[in-house]
């Protein structure tokens, strides 16, 4: 809850416009989270939390919701808001944790430790969509956040590239699956591979249509015998990122 007073946003003020209101009313350092991979059926649930400068240096070339870019202008946009940001941090959860926890759960969890782990303390907090508690500071739930507020937009774009870098990983492991194409989202070519080959341990058993497969008999398909508690493969992340991914066991 912002103090008391009127913090005035105009509708056509722009992805920058709300954080600049709030730097007007003291906010120094507002960050943005948000999340990928909530919706695949495989790999991991990535968040992200970002804060940019102010003035021109935060005014991020082609900034975007993640969804609207195309892959090789995530990678460029991506790219940008490393060497621009104040601070950033990546916070990846292993499927089987999903599976354990619950998909909500993790998603709250994930974000709170991806804001935690900021080299800086933010003054305010953005998130899309869906209010987080606990942050100790103050925050915002922000309809379609990633397309309404830049550092916002900027954890999406961190969020999703982490991901897909992963799942391109992944794939080299699993190639059956085709996950470099879907990064672990439901497909029918995804559903056709599970049907044939049965779930691998980057699978998330929870889910409707992977726990659809495991009910018919197959159970471990083309995976490594470790079951679905596998851990990410331990080279996963992106080039850029360093120490401020926080891995699956909470290490940095």
């Known amino acids: 809850m912002l103090p008391p007073g009127r913090t005035i946003v105009r509708r056509d003020g722009g992805m920058y416009a709300l954080e600049r209101a709030l730097r007007r009313r003291g906010f120094t350092h507002v960050a943005g989270a948000d999340e990928a991979g909530r919706g695949a059926c495989a790999g991991p649930l990535v968040a992200a939390a970002v804060v940019l400068p102010d003035g021109k240096r935060g005014e991020v070339p082609g900034l975007a919701d993640s969804k609207l870019l195309t892959p090789a202008a995530r990678e460029r946009v991506y790219d940008e808001i490393i060497a621009r940001a104040v601070a950033y941090s990546v916070v990846m959860l292993p499927p089987h944790e999903v ?117 018919g008999g197959r159970s471990q398909g083309m995976g490594d015998g470790s079951g679905g508690g596998a851990a990410l493969p331990r080279s996963p992340v992106p080039s850029g990122v360093g120490e401020n991914v926080v891995m699956e066991d909470g290490s940095r």
């Open 99 to 215: 599976d354990e926890r619950g998909l909500h759960v993790c998603n709250l969890d994930a974000i709170r430790r991806a804001l935690a782990s900021l080299a800086v303390q933010p003054d305010y907090v953005l998130t899309d969509g869906f209010p987080v508690d606990g942050l100790g500071v103050p925050g915002l739930a922000v309809w379609k956040g990633d397309r309404v507020a830049a550092c916002v937009a900027a954890a999406s774009v961190v969020a999703k590239v982490t991901r897909d870098r992963v799942m391109q990983q992944v794939h080299e492991r699993w190639p059956e699956y085709g996950f470099a194409e879907h990064k672990g989202y439901v497909t029918s070519e995804h559903n056709a591979a599970l049907q044939r080959y049965g779930p691998c341990p980057q699978h998330r058993r929870s889910y409707a249509n992977v726990a659809a497969v495991l009910a």
